[in-house]
């Protein structure tokens, strides 16, 4: 789902690049295409971690229900865009 | 073309760096013969029992043994159905009826087991426009039953009232009905939800529900073992409790107990209990029997808590790292996978069972040595497990304190 649609602002993607150092085990290039599984090598129990360290840096909660379609940090940018919208 | 099973092979790697291929391993034990509620025979060993979740030692209650053979010769070795067909006997109404007696609810449904009773209620209590907000170290069964329905889930941190504060206050605006979903006690480190501030934070807000999973504490927690709600003082305020017959009673099952007028509903509803066959005659008659003696099993209780001690004392003494105080689980924080794996086969091998737990299955990434107590354990027997303890610790090097580690930045 990151081939077209909307895009995410470089604020967004900054914070995630920042929070994503202490996670980046495999020392991948962190770009917006990066992707959680493949490149990041996370499995389900540093995905759980990794998301509520978002949680708290953007103030929201991010439901279990999108992770699914959450492949790439692209993916996630949106999505975080689109809880902080709905929250305001 | 990518095999059936490719995708577990990092796994199955994991697997074997960690047990080889020779040795015993948790996926390959098994009790030969159980010789009571504490001790079974394990690879020709006498093997003192102290992982198996029966903490009140009820499996060889006499007035439970006589109770499943009476329905087993009365009604046969299965009923062949599910609840909604052929599968309801009276039984199974009465076990009902007296779990209601049990916690003074009105309603009460009694599933397969404790993992579908919540597939079954997680699954169904939530519409598409609802919330659930659950604490994130629940149980594998709680994740699956949400994953299931067609709610919003949302996780709080552990045991972190604020946090659920927090989240809650984000919800507060949106219309739709929130669930909060917590367990009495959990199962891996043995520790209790702060319920009472759990109650306080849910009546802030509107149409908040609060279901319990008492699987770890029902039977261990409150006078008569209603589990954490009744040790609290507020089963008023939670409003949905679900559990499990396969620890504390002595047998398998599970079941949910409400007061909600609507409550009958989810027997038209849930598909874990329509499109499942009901339990045998002999298990619902070891469950009633057992339901009594657990509400009238304070002295078990006392010893539950007294033996817990005595195992948390005895291998915090031996300078090991103990997850948690005056709980019938008490866990041993191993520092990493290789380490918690030799540990655990020198103690099968002295001739103590313990369940190996390892991430993703613990919270924090823990590697740990999970025992859990049992009413009839002697303290003869709990003196032994902590010398084997003692010994073993010192041969895979912990006879010091160990650090908390966590898998990820914590």
């Known amino acids: 789902m990151n081939d077209s649609g909307p895009e995410p602002s470089a604020d967004t993607l900054a914070a995630l690049f920042e929070i994503l150092k202490s996670f980046n085990k495999t020392g991948a290039e962190l770009s917006p295409g990066t992707r959680f599984t493949e490149d990041l090598n996370f499995d389900s129990l540093v995905v759980m971690e990794f998301i509520a360290v978002v949680e708290d840096s953007f103030d929201i909660s991010v439901p279990l229900n999108i992770l699914p379609d959450v492949a790439t940090i692209k993916d996630l940018a949106i999505a975080v865009e689109k809880i902080v919208a709905a929250d305001k | 073309m990518a095999g059936l099973f490719d995708r577990f092979a990092p796994l199955m790697g994991q697997r074997d760096a960690l047990f080889g291929d020779s040795g015993v391993n948790p996926f390959s034990v098994k009790m030969d013969r159980v010789l009571s509620q504490t001790e079974a025979m394990i690879e020709g060993r006498r093997t003192i029992l102290v992982g198996t979740n029966n903490y009140l030692g009820l499996t060889f209650a006499p007035e439970a043994l006589k109770a499943a053979h009476d329905a087993l010769e009365a009604s046969g070795t299965g009923t062949t159905g599910s609840r909604m067909a052929n599968g309801t006997y009276s039984c199974h109404k009465g076990l009902e ?79 739709g009905n929130k669930l909060i979903v917590i367990e009495g006690i959990y199962s891996m480190l043995g520790d209790k939800a702060p319920l009472a501030e759990i109650v306080a934070v849910k009546k802030k807000y509107e149409n908040v529900y609060l279901l319990s999973d008492e699987a770890h504490s029902l039977g261990v927690l409150g006078k008569y073992g209603r589990g954490l709600p009744e040790e609290v003082g507020c089963e008023d305020d939670v409003d949905f409790i679900v559990g499990t017959f396969s620890k504390s009673v002595g047998t398998v099952g599970g079941f949910c107990v409400s007061n909600h007028p609507d409550f009958e509903t989810l027997r038209l509803v849930c598909r874990a209990y329509i499109f499942t066959a009901s339990l045998p005659p002999s298990v619902v008659a070891s469950a009633t029997v057992n339901l009594g003696l657990v509400k009238n099993g304070g002295a078990l209780r006392k010893r539950l808590m007294r033996n817990a001690q005595q195992l948390h004392a005895g291998l915090t003494a031996i300078g090991l790292k103990v997850a948690s105080e005056n709980s019938p689980v008490v866990a041993v924080v191993a520092p990493d996978p290789q380490v918690a794996v030799a540990f655990w086969r020198g103690l099968i091998e002295a001739g103590v069972y313990v369940n190996l737990a390892l991430p993703p299955a613990t919270p924090y990434g823990y590697s740990l040595l999970r025992a859990s107590l049992c009413a009839a354990h002697t303290e003869e027997q709990l003196n032994k497990v902590i010398a084997i303890f003692a010994q073993v610790a010192a041969k895979v090097g912990l006879a010091a304190p160990v650090e908390h580690k966590r898998s990820a930045v914590g």
Request: hydrophobic share 40%; charged share 25%.
């Open chain 2, 97 to 175: 009826d007296t779990l209601c007696d049990f916690f003074g609810k009105e309603h009460a449904m009694v599933f397969s087991t404790g993992f579908l009773a919540n597939i079954g209620i997680l699954s169904t209590l939530m519409g598409p426009d609802d919330y659930i907000v659950m604490d994130a170290d629940c149980h594998a069964s709680i994740y699956d039953g949400v994953r299931g329905g067609s709610a919003q889930i949302i996780r709080f941190k552990h045991n972190d009232a604020a946090d659920l504060d927090k989240r809650l206050a984000r919800l507060a605006d949106k219309p």
